[in-house]
């Protein structure tokens, strides 16, 4: 809550009862009136009196008409504005009224008049300061005209004494000024004292409701992954049980697929986890370029043709070619989500991506056929773990993060997203993109220009305390011809490059080490080593703890989580030798 909010909190809760009480006691006020027209019956002219007393009644009519309105109002501090000001100008007329009769009604040549205009003046001059406890504005413009009329009509007398009186009551109207203020003032920080006590205890409670759900969580996330995890390693167990007992060269190339299926399984399903842990750490920062909306939506639409064709969907796109700007790997795992849960939860008919400019956005949509949402689903779609009922031909579940990975990378990159949905009908998910330059945004696409690299005995050096990821990643990079220093620490690396007189080409170091080491220290050490900070490092780890993926995003090395396929390690060593791999040791 700013302090605007509390201010306005402060003067909705000190009015609540002035409106309560001045609705109240409206009966009782027409009695002051009434009794100054009996008092001054004989001494002023009637037809004024008369006047003067209809104006007063009809003004207190008014201010009870309000404070009913707004009894029976649901008068919150958002939209009590509007009654307030009602009310001071409620004030401001009844106040006008009462400083006129202080000064005509007052009589020269009859004291006890004198005494009674005297007396109802300064009452109800010094009792306004009640009201200006609640809010200070209402005795500035009730209490303050009446005591400043009847000092007015003293010094129009002249006289000696009458001078006396305008100076103490110069000195009254002062002092209650300054108790008025002081009450105002201790009354408010009173009440807020109060407002900031529940605003804190509410931040707190709500707080503890967050943490709570942030170990409902990750309890839900170690039971899901859990379940989900068991059954790709079930499968891959009897698959490799399957695999040992075949005689058949076809039946064992059946079984390899079904074992690679399982490992894509696992893949996905830690990539979702690896990923959650990313957003949450806040170490994604988005790397904002222009290119074309149109050619991204057709590379995702190629990418996900096969799936389509094999569920006998069709996936369209329909976009023209424009620039946005925006994190392009981001904006993709934002709609590659998107189409993956509409492929999945579509059983027929077809997947749409739209995108159209809308002024200074374009605004990119994903339709769907599928089975869509209820509508009191659709706030928690979002949420992690949120399933709908699953096709009964849908074996990739997941662990139910994709839509909540949208939600958080649309936060990162402040994008509006918005979701439609009817049940039986479909679904239609929206995001908005900041429109970008059509002149930057020309990139080559041809990948036939591409250069592609050759091991030709080019050094690796692979750092992990783990023997079998190390034999693996060993063996694998033999196979690609490479020539390959493994160790399980920084020493012992260090000790094998001595002895083998090589100098490494690229550095694949586990993020977490045994002891006091890390990777990025051991490729830190080892460039310092061989006095060249250029040598192309990689981070490898399977861990998503906040703090260690923190610091691997501050290193500045590429980060990439277990277990990565072979395919995905082989482009990214690519991407990394061809930028320190001269010219003329590239083919193409």
């Not at 698959?239 to 007992?245: C, G, N, P, T």
Request: charged fraction near 20%; glycine fraction near 6%.
């Amino acid at each position: 809550m700013n302090e605007t909010e509390i201010e306005q909190r402060i003067t909705f809760e000190a009015l609540v009862p002035h409106f309560e009480k001045m609705r109240e006691w409206a009966f009782f006020t027409t009695l002051v009136p009434i009794t100054v027209v009996v008092v001054m019956w004989s001494q002023v002219d009637q037809w004024m009196l008369l006047g003067w007393l209809l104006l007063v009644l009809a003004g207190i009519g008014a201010r009870f008409v309000l404070t009913t309105a707004y009894h029976r109002q649901a008068v919150h501090y958002q939209n009590a504005r509007k009654w307030h000001v009602r009310l001071l100008m409620m004030s401001v007329y009844l106040g006008g009224l009462w400083a006129i009769a202080v000064f005509a009604f007052y009589v020269p040549d009859s004291p006890p008049h004198q005494i009674f205009i005297i007396t109802l003046s300064v009452t109800l001059g010094v009792g306004s300061i009640t009201s200006g406890t609640y809010w200070l504005p209402l005795y500035f413009v009730y209490g303050v005209p009446i005591l400043t009329a009847l000092l007015i009509r003293f010094a129009l007398m002249g006289t000696l004494p009458f001078a006396a009186l305008v100076l103490m009551m110069m000195f009254a109207l002062l002092a209650s000024f300054s108790f008025a203020k002081k009450l105002n003032m201790l009354v408010r920080s009173e009440m807020r004292l109060r407002l900031e006590s529940a605003d804190m205890t509410h931040k707190l409670e709500v707080k503890s409701e967050e943490l709570q759900d942030a170990v409902y969580a990750k309890s839900r996330i170690l039971a899901t992954a859990s379940h989900d995890l068991r059954q790709p390693l079930h499968a891959l167990s009897l698959f490799i049980d399957a695999l040992k007992q075949s005689d058949s060269p076809a039946e064992s190339a059946r079984i390899f697929r079904r074992i690679d299926l399982s490992m894509e399984s696992m893949r996905k399903l830690f990539d979702a986890l690896f990923d959650m842990s990313r957003l949450d750490a806040n170490v994604v920062q988005p790397e904002l370029s222009h290119f074309d909306i149109a050619q991204c939506l057709a590379e995702l639409r190629d990418e996900f043709a096969a799936k389509a064709e094999k569920k006998q969907l069709r996936l369209i796109v329909h976009a023209r070619s424009d620039a946005v700007w925006s994190d392009q790997a981001l904006l993709e795992r934002i709609l590659r989500n998107l189409i993956e849960n509409a492929l999945r939860y579509t059983r027929s008919g077809g997947v749409l991506l739209t995108a159209r400019r809308r002024k200074a956005t374009i605004l990119i949509q994903v339709w769907d056929t599928g089975i869509g949402i209820p509508q009191e689903s659709q706030n928690k779609a979002f949420a992690e773990f949120q399933q709908l009922e699953r096709p009964s031909d849908e074996q990739d579940q997941g662990l139910g993060f994709g839509l909540a990975i949208v939600r958080r990378l649309c936060n990162l990159l402040d994008y509006p997203l918005e979701l439609h949905s009817k049940v039986g009908k479909g679904s239609i998910f929206s995001v908005e993109v900041p429109v970008g330059e059509i002149a930057s945004s020309q990139v080559q696409h041809d990948g036939s220009n591409k250069p592609s690299w050759h091991a030709s005995g080019q050094c690796i050096v692979v750092i992990d305390d783990d023997m079998n990821v190390l034999n693996a990643m060993e063996t694998l990079l033999a196979s690609w011809q490479f020539d390959v220093i493994a160790a399980p620490s920084l020493t012992e690396i260090q000790d094998q490059l001595r002895t083998s007189d090589r100098r490494p080409d690229l550095i694949l170091s586990d993020l977490s080490l045994n002891g006091a080491d890390n990777g990025i220290e051991a490729i830190n050490s080892l460039r310092n080593q061989y006095g060249d900070p250029g040598i192309p490092g990689i981070l490898i780890t399977g861990s998503t703890g906040t703090e260690q993926l923190k610091l691997a995003e501050e290193s500045g090395l590429k980060l990439v989580q277990k277990p990565v396929r072979p395919a995905s390690l082989r482009s990214i060593i690519q991407h990394h030798l061809s930028a320190t791999t001269p010219l003329s040791d590239v083919t193409v």
